[in-house]
């Protein structure tokens, strides 16, 4: 077997290892995700809808004259007038709840206008009763019924406050001045406030959804929709969730209040499979949206083949997200998101607190969503412009990212274990080819200087990802830089598993349930600092097993010898440094490279001063100070390229055999020297016979 392929088996068998440790972490998390009956994804076939502008099939208003009146007073002349007009018909011939006038339509291509008001929906608003109070379905982790799509059709209010189910090119529109003119609430009484299912070709405009213990707006399974100057706000997990749907269009919307995302294009039609970076088309289009404080703006598991550009995303936890993190959606792992034009800013709101505080633990109704409170569902970095777990082919170009407390992009591989793919070949198919380039780093558009604390954190594994050369502080130090042409990249690199360290982070900071109020202790995503973060707990611990292990063998076996003397002063400064590096890790210094300096340092040193007793172990010393020292080269310099592994995986496996052998260097006896054995007195020579007789 080669050098090479030895090198790929070995990191493969260690991946699982890892990946398998990490699965007792990731269950919990995971088991919030959004879960859906079992979909495939359209055909294709469809298109976007076009909005119609000609008079409305049919009206859906309420029959207090005095309160309709009073809603369309500040209208402009025209608009009122269309208004009265609309409403004198409305009250002969027109529906009262948005259900009925759904359930009205008998063929594709109609038109709903809802009038101004507020839409409670009364009728569907209970809970079910009968047979469908027992409906047999399997539950999410959250407590829902996961039901199909037979289910829904036969209840089709036990989830939804309004049930759009196989209507087809059906329009769906307010007649207000504002979105906010017509309201569909559904008190916190239902999964969601609005699902169109199966329905291709329908369009949303100009309405607010809200309060719902899941979705406002629900797709599921279009080809073909658009989201047209509609607010969706307060709900336990997204404003809009598109799902397992192309032909889409998102535009002019705005959402916020919600415990996961504002913006959810999960599962989009995953067309450009087999891809570069030039695809055909996209299946779904976001623009002129606004989404802001919640816990994450924009988020798309398997969201694939989305553009999204010139939107705002700001004051949430999180920018905008992207991931092949959880089991069940198709299109993983997630691919080709073109992000470009968007203002992602200031995304540093901290809801953990809510978590913690049992706010979160109180029915919804009661938790004070109106008033900003918002519940966080799922484990993520605060202040943090854009997060890729596990994507590859993105493009992120042309944005303006800047005020984070965090990192304005962060990128980091999720194994194919945790969607629920065991084959070893695919654990490291996440994190590759992901471009950076172009963007307006921590400036604002008015060329106003609002940087981010680090402009770039990645965990260092995956192939052809690259950065723009002008990025302000990153960790690494030293990034794989993109050319002018797309897929150019100066120094790439290949790597089949992230920094341990970052690893380590990783998994104690995704062991979060919301529902169980567990915030994990360790990882400064819910406030830990100092000696309470992980990465310093493990640089300290090392830092003692080191000193104590180091100090031992040059007290037993180098105490006279000034060059291992003067070796142990900068291996203890090296590790003192590489504690207090560890503390600021949220701002990247060159304090854990200058660490790695002093103690690759010391080890060669040492292993010097070893050679004339303990050659062998002398030159394993050596090899662990020039491993060391390449170590801080990757991280400060240049990631090397060429490798599967960092140099930090192989200088922790060769640090773990180095101080049991010094252990044992150390408390192995030297035996003394002892004095030669004494030689046994010997007889005087007897006398010559002739010297006896004289």
Known sequence: MSWTSWTRRFVSVLSVVLVALAAALFTAPLAQAHEERPVTLPDGTGSVPELRTGEPDLLVCKTDRADFERRISGFPAALKARNLALFERCTRTGHRHLQQAVDAVDRPGLTIAVLPGLYEEEPSLPPPTGACAGLKARKSALGYQILSYAQQRQCPHNQNLVAILGKKNLQIEGTGASRLDVVIDAKYQKLNAIRADGSDGVYFRNFTAQRTTFNSLYVLAADGFVIDDVLTRWNDEYGFLTFASDHGLYKNCESYGNGDSGIYPGSASNINDGYGYDVPRYSIEITGCRSHHNMVGYSGTAGDSVWVHDNEFDHNMGGASMDSAFPGHPGLPQNHARFERNLIHDNNQNYYPNVADGTCAKPPVDRG??????????????????????????????????????????????????????????????SHHNRYAGNHLGVDKAGHARPNRTDVWWDGQGGGNCWQSDAGPTTPGSLPACGTRRGDVSGSTDRLVGEPVKLAQLLVCADYNVQARRLPAGCDWYGARGLQRVETQLALAGALVLALVGGALWWRRLRGNRLAGAAALLGLAGLALDVAGSTLALTPTVLPSVALLLMGAWWTLTGLALRPTRPVFAWTTVALGALTLLDAFDKAVLMLPGIPVSPAWLRLLLGIVWVLWAVTAAGTRTPRPTEPPAEPPTEPPAAHPEEATA
Request: charged share 10%; glycine share 12%.
């Open 369 to 430: 969503y109106e008033q900003g409170v918002v519940c966080p569902q799922i484990s993520m970095p605060p202040g943090t412009g854009i997060i890729t777990a596990g994507g590859n082919w993105n493009l992120y170009e042309n944005n303006w990212v800047y005020g984070h407390q965090r990192a304005a992009f962060f990128l980091s591989a999720v194994p194919a274990f945790i969607r629920g793919e065991s084959a070893w070949g695919k654990q490291t198919d996440t």
